[in-house]
């Protein structure tokens, strides 16, 4: 068998660049899809409707012509959800949905070029599952929603922009499951002693965070139950499946603010971390081929930071009270989350180049 040597040109940097790009897109397709295998093979065959069709992921979606596919979780509030009232239902809003949609109005004004999010825009539901095969697949164009920032997705082929918001990993425990609960080791040792489920989502980076706290000390195994959704996840704790549920604080904050079954009950969030000294910076997902796009989200999220407009989009969102069609949980009217902006994003909105996860 012959072995055939690939070449790629040093005397043509930018031919270089594109052949390195495409490499990495295909190898972080082909990973992509032998993660998302299992699940694809659990749900039997689908067939693909007009609006999941998919596109060739190496044409930039700014030079397609089409409406630009944003890929949005149904129930990762307040960063990307799904309207429920009748008025405005298939419709998506959300802190990073906001932000995306301004983005590319930004965009669309630098190449004097309309822009209408009801036509230009399309919006492809994701899960944590999912949103990596969709993304590198062609399913979406981009995604903006509370995806963490880490290596191991970076290597898949896909870009992260400059960080829009920042958590730490926290636990909600159900009522009970708090009083031995006030470090973290006295939590895994109630948790361990007392046989105690947790919860938390699948395709999260606290998967792996849980499996490292109870892989690598044999004292510490923890029994761990993986959520389809947020939604899924937050049912298994409130209906008594699971006693404890592991995720990024900024949800789960929100959740306890403002979700009726949890109000009054005794739920506790921590306010220790899962993982001390460990940060999660959420930024918008876009294809490292897709080199038009990924550096008009970086050139435009630079404006809007530098111009203060990303901090007062967070303010409407966590600080100010919400409008009525954008209440999918139960706050009530004229209430807000009430969740000030963390000292580590205050520094990357306030610092330029500064990234609170490097």
Not at 10 to 39: E, Y
Not at 213 to 218: A, C, D, F, I, Y
Not at 281 to 309: K, P, Q, W
Request: proline share 6%.
């Amino acid at each position: 068998m012959r072995l055939v040597r690939l070449h790629c040109p040093s005397s043509r940097p930018g031919l270089r660049a594109a052949w390195v790009g495409r490499a990495l897109a295909l190898l972080g397709l082909i990973g992509a899809l032998l993660v998302g295998a299992g699940s694809a093979w659990a749900q039997g065959p689908r067939r693909l409707a007009a609006d999941d069709a998919f596109v060739d992921p190496m044409v930039d979606p700014l030079e397609s012509g089409r409406p630009l596919r944003i890929g949005v979780q149904r129930a990762a509030v307040p960063f990307a959800f799904e309207l429920t009232d009748e008025k405005h239902k298939g419709q998506f809003r959300g802190y990073s949905v906001d932000i995306c949609l301004r983005i590319l109005q930004l965009l669309r004004e630098e190449a004097k070029q309309p822009f209408d999010p009801r036509t230009d825009v399309r919006y492809v539901p994701v899960s944590s599952r999912t949103r990596m095969v969709q993304l590198l697949a062609g399913q979406i164009d981009m995604e903006c929603g509370s995806t963490s920032n880490t290596p191991e997705r970076r290597r898949m082929g896909v870009s992260f922009s400059s960080t829009i918001f920042v958590s730490d990993v926290a636990v909600l425990m159900a009522p009970g499951a708090s009083v031995h609960a006030q470090t973290l080791g006295r939590w895994v040792q109630d948790v361990r002693s007392r046989k105690r489920n947790i919860v938390t989502t699948a395709g999260s980076t606290s998967v792996r965070h849980l499996r490292e706290l109870g892989g690598g000390n044999s004292n510490w195994r923890l029994r761990v139950t993986l959520g389809a959704n947020h939604d899924d996840s937050l049912d298994k704790l409130v209906s008594g499946e699971a006693d404890a549920f592991v995720m990024d604080r900024g949800l789960l904050a929100t959740w306890l603010a403002a979700d009726k079954r949890l109000a009054g009950e005794g739920f506790v969030l921590s306010d220790w971390s899962l993982v001390p000294g460990r940060l999660e910076c959420y930024g918008i997902l876009t294809r490292v081929v897709n080199t038009r796009l990924r550096e008009g989200v970086d050139r435009t999220l630079a404006r809007m930071r530098d111009s203060g407009e990303l901090t007062k989009i967070y303010a409407q969102w966590f600080e100010q009270p919400l409008p009525a069609h954008n209440r999918v949980l139960d706050l009530p009217p004229g209430r807000s989350l009430n969740l000030p902006m963390s000292p580590h994003l205050s520094r990357v909105f306030l610092t330029p180049g500064y990234e609170a996860c490097p």
